[in-house]
Structure formats: structure tokens, C-alpha cells
């Protein structure tokens, strides 16, 4: 069955970096986009960024461009996600989740699986 | 960036009532929307994709349309497991925004 692992949250200090990990398992990580979305506390939904199936397209939301890098490596099938320069307001559940398309940019495509998602807390 | 409004906010209803939730897109994006339901403390959970087609899984009572700018999705018989959040996403264009929710609670 698919399976979505993250790892990497905790507390950390505004201005600090954290790099979150997305375990995938049960299906062929390397066939599928891959997005980061986010959660503050209490709030909706915030898209975070996408890769393609390959790692040669990414995009990212307005509020996390410039700070967050993701990234993937299809020989351990993990997706990653280089957070830098920690704001308070990035504090949230953290989830991946794979994208029904290969493609990062294109239209269409569905996020049909989620992880349980890690908490990142960026307090000083 | 594309954004998408939802309305109402949040409502409160009766089990078996009907339930109508609305999503406008601030541009054209064709039928490139999809809806998700979240519960309380887990990840969110796909009903309908590019509109209109149900996510296998998902029960009938689940229906979403529109296209262009304004879609709906609409609930024929809530039950007590669907008192959830729901929000729509676009994947017209990236960033890949999400509408702010609309929260569905027992009346």
C-alpha cells in the first residue's frame, strides 16, 4: 500500500534552517510529482511546492520562495524539503504528497495520497 | 496567482440534510479543480477531481461541478462522518493555491 513517512520537524529558532524528509513506499516514487503543503495551526490549507517525477521542474508558493528548497533523490525514494531562514509564521504541519501526474507545472493532476504530516514550530 | 473564495465559511447542518459549498476562481481555469475533506488531526482526503469525477472510494452522495470560474460541490445526504473541513485547489496554474475552507458542523 502507498506510503507517505515525513520526518524532520521540531522546534527551532526564527532565522534558523530545518530539512523536513518525505519517506515514499508501495508505488514507483520516480512516476510521480511530488508537492509539500502546509498547516499553521488552526488554519487552511497552504500549497508549499512541487517537483516533477525527475527533480528538473519545481515551483513554490509566494510565501516560501527564496527560503525553501525541495528536492529529491528516486534511488531512496525520499522527497526533501530545505527550509532556510525560518520565519514564526512558518510554523505548521508539514505534509507531502503525491501528485497523480509526473509533470510539476502542467495542468491537471490530483494529490491522491498524503502523509500524517510533522510539526515545525519556529519559536525563539 | 490564481485565488479561490469559498463560500459559506462555515455552516452548520443536519444529518440528511443537502449541503451546497462554492468555490470561485479569480481566473478562467477550466475544470482544473479539484475538492478535499479534511477531519480533525489527519491529512486531507481527495473526493473529486477535475470538476466533477469522483476519487475511487468515495461515496455517491459526493458530487462536484462547475467549470470556468464558479464550481460547486454539494453533499445529497450529509452524514455524521462527513462533518469535516472541505476545500478546493486549483491546477490551472502553479502556485497550486487552495481556497481558505469551508468547515461543516452539526446543527
Known amino acids: 500500500q502507498v506510503r507517505l513517512v515525513e520526518s524532520g520537524g521540531g522546534v527551532v529558532q526564527p532565522g534558523t534552517s530545518l530539512r523536513l524528509s518525505c519517506a515514499a513506499s508501495g508505488f514507483t516514487f520516480s512516476s510521480h510529482a511530488m508537492h509539500w503543503v502546509r498547516q499553521a495551526p488552526g488554519k487552511g490549507l497552504d500549497w508549499v511546492a512541487v517537483?516533477?517525477?525527475?527533480?528538473?521542474?519545481?515551483y513554490y508558493g509566494d510565501s516560501v520562495k527564496g527560503r525553501f528548497s525541495i528536492s529529491r533523490d528516486n534511488s531512496e525514494d525520499t522527497l526533501y524539503l530545505q527550509m532556510n531562514g525560518l520565519k514564526d509564521e512558518d510554523t505548521a504541519v508539514y505534509y507531502c504528497?503525491?501528485?497523480?501526474?509526473?509533470?510539476?507545472?502542467?495542468?491537471?493532476?490530483?494529490?491522491?495520497?498524503w502523509g500524517q504530516g510533522t510539526l515545525v514550530t519556529v519559536s525563539s | 496567482d490564481i485565488q479561490l473564495t469559498q463560500s459559506p465559511s462555515s455552516l452548520s447542518a443536519s444529518v440528511g440534510d443537502r449541503v451546497t459549498i462554492t468555490c470561485r476562481a479569480s481566473?478562467?481555469?477550466?475544470?482544473?479543480l479539484n475538492w478535499y475533506q479534511q477531519k480533525p488531526g489527519k491529512a486531507p482526503n481527495l473526493l473529486i477531481y477535475?470538476?466533477?469525477i469522483l476519487q475511487s472510494g468515495v461515496p455517491s452522495r459526493f458530487t462536484g461541478s462547475g467549470s470556468g470560474t464558479d464550481f460547486t460541490l454539494t453533499i445529497s445526504s450529509l452524514q455524521p462522518e462527513d462533518f469535516a473541513t472541505y476545500y478546493c485547489q486549483q491546477t490551472y496554474s502553479t502556485p497550486r493555491t487552495f481556497g481558505q475552507g469551508t468547515k461543516v458542523e452539526i446543527k
Open positions: 477535475a470538476a466533477s
Open positions: 517537483m516533477s517525477y525527475d527533480g528538473s521542474n519545481k
Open positions: 481566473q478562467y481555469i477550466s475544470s482544473y
Open positions: 504528497a503525491r501528485d497523480t501526474d509526473i509533470a510539476a507545472g502542467g495542468k491537471g493532476g490530483r494529490l491522491d495520497y
